[in-house]
């Protein structure tokens, strides 16, 4: 058995907690780029995590509280696989990943740090794990997450806005 060790996450883990569900609260506060939101759809949005695994580590979350996949409704399910495809679009124009890991880990016990239902995305390359995690637990984030904010907020702007203008019927 191969472990992923995350010793830098121990940081979230004592992280003070705020009052109520973080992922219904962040949308709502109207501070996108201090919440590291990139995009708000309808039923979801796209947010970085604050204790990322890999550079350019994001999150799918769906705006309405629920804890399993099973109470997402149709049109909220097409909306979060619309911005898992375009997440994993401005990943690859962003950062040019080999891979993605992309999943969730649906209640407490298989490890979700929040009981709201969010995919992870993250983005791979070849030998991105390497000593630093298992023999100085350090994970080693090359870019500052407010320079990565800005290279994938805009990337996202640009993403949804073509298809938006291709909808409407317009050219751009």
Same mark, same amino acid.
Request: proline share 5%.
């Given at each position: 058995m191969r472990c992923l060790? *995350?010793?830098w996450r121990? *940081?979230?883990i004592l992280e003070e907690k705020g009052n109520g569900c973080i992922f219904c609260r962040k949308? %709502?506060? +109207? %501070?996108d780029k201090e919440n590291l939101i990139l995009h708000q759809s309808e039923y979801g949005f796209v947010i970085m /995590? %604050? !204790?990322?695994?890999? /550079?350019g580590h994001l999150m799918v979350v769906p705006k309405r509280?629920?804890?399993d996949l099973d109470q997402l409704g149709e049109e909220e399910f097409q909306d979060l696989s619309h911005l898992l495809r375009a997440s994993t679009k401005v990943l690859r124009q962003c950062f040019h990943p080999q =891979? !993605? /890991?992309?999943g969730m880990n649906v209640g407490k016990v298989s490890g979700a740090g929040e009981e709201h239902l969010h995919f992870h995305i993250v983005p791979r390359w070849a030998g991105?794990? /390497? !000593?630093m995690p298992v023999l100085a637990e350090t994970k080693i984030i090359p870019e500052y997450l407010e320079k990565t904010y800005e290279r994938l907020h805009s990337a996202f702007l640009e993403l949804l806005q073509k298809k938006k203008a291709?909808? =409407? =019927? &317009? +050219? &751009?």
């Amino acid at each position: 058995m191969r472990c992923l060790w *995350a010793p830098w996450r121990m *940081a979230y883990i004592l992280e003070e907690k705020g009052n109520g569900c973080i992922f219904c609260r962040k949308p %709502k506060e +109207k %501070k996108d780029k201090e919440n590291l939101i990139l995009h708000q759809s309808e039923y979801g949005f796209v947010i970085m /995590n %604050k !204790f990322p695994y890999n /550079n350019g580590h994001l999150m799918v979350v769906p705006k309405r509280h629920c804890i399993d996949l099973d109470q997402l409704g149709e049109e909220e399910f097409q909306d979060l696989s619309h911005l898992l495809r375009a997440s994993t679009k401005v990943l690859r124009q962003c950062f040019h990943p080999q =891979g !993605f /890991n992309i999943g969730m880990n649906v209640g407490k016990v298989s490890g979700a740090g929040e009981e709201h239902l969010h995919f992870h995305i993250v983005p791979r390359w070849a030998g991105d794990t /390497n !000593f630093m995690p298992v023999l100085a637990e350090t994970k080693i984030i090359p870019e500052y997450l407010e320079k990565t904010y800005e290279r994938l907020h805009s990337a996202f702007l640009e993403l949804l806005q073509k298809k938006k203008a291709v909808k =409407g =019927g &317009r +050219k &751009r």
